[in-house]
Antibody
Framework: EVQLVGSGGGLVQPGGSLGLSCAAS????????MDWVRQAPGKGLEWVGR??????????EYAASVKGRFTISRDDSKNSLHLQMNSLKTEDTAVYYC??????????????WGQGTTVTVSS | DIQMTQSPSSLSASVGDRVTITCRAS??????LGWYQQKPGKAPKRLIY???SLQSGVPSRFNGSGSGTEFTLTISSLQPEDFATYYC?????????FGQGTKLEIK
């Protein structure tokens, strides 16, 4: 069974740092693009960023709102995906989902999602 | 950035009704679009990929159509478990963008 399990959420002060992890199972992580998506309380879904697969040298893309502050990495040998969040702002408060992306045509859309982990940025 | 305009933002309907949700892209995205269902406190679940292909395991009452800039999700006969929030996602170009969501409520 394909499964993603997120962890690492918690309460952090503005300006602080926090790292999230996502454990993957049931598929070969190195074959897949992986995304992070967040959802602020009572709001819609917002794409955070993506890491491409091994064939594409694990290159990354980020939303403008997090570029320069957030870093996506992965350890395929441990079947894990990571999101390092620095210089956190109150507006980064959200549930963070990891998601697997699979190809359709020439581009990649998210098919399997983790359960989400909650990040609260507050003093 | 590609803007995805989703309508309506909320919809009240009854079991057995047919409902349609629309997403319009600010520029052409071919068929690089998915539809997702989200229930409170849960992760989104993909229903449709490639604008019109049904995700494995999803009931056939869900139907997606469209290409280019206009897309629709139709639920042919609402079931109690369909009351949820629905989102479209374009993955044609970065940044990936979601529609604002449509909350489908029981009348």
């Amino acid at each position: 069974e394909v499964q993603l399990v997120g962890s690492g959420g918690g309460l952090v002060q503005p300006g602080g740092s926090l790292g999230l992890s996502c454990a993957a199972s049931g598929f070969t992580l190195s074959d897949h693009y992986m995304d992070w998506v967040r959802q602020a309380p009572g709001k819609g879904l917002e794409w955070v960023g993506r890491t491409r697969n091994k064939a594409k040298s694990y290159t990354t893309e980020y939303a403008a709102s997090v570029k320069g502050r957030f870093t996506i990495s992965r350890d395929d040998s441990k079947n894990s995906l990571h999101l390092q969040m620095n210089s956190l702002k109150t507006e980064d408060t959200a549930v963070y989902y990891c998601a697997r992306a699979t190809i359709f045509g020439e581009t990649y859309g998210m098919d399997v999602w983790g359960q989400g982990t909650t990040v609260t940025v507050s003093s | 950035d590609i803007q995805m305009t989703q309508s309506p933002s909320s919809l009240s309907a009854s079991v057995g009704d047919r409902v349609t949700i629309t997403c319009r892209a600010s520029q052409g995205i071919r068929n690089d679009l998915g539809w997702y269902q989200q229930k409170p406190g849960k992760a989104p679940k993909r229903l449709i990929y490639g604008a019109s292909s049904l995700q494995s395991g999803v009931p056939s009452r869900f139907n997606g159509s469209g290409s280019g800039t206009e897309f629709t999700l139709t639920i042919s006969s609402l079931q109690p478990e369909d009351f949820a929030t629905y989102y479209c996602l374009q993955h044609n170009s970065y940044p990936l963008t979601f529609g604002q969501g449509t909350k489908l409520e029981i009348k």
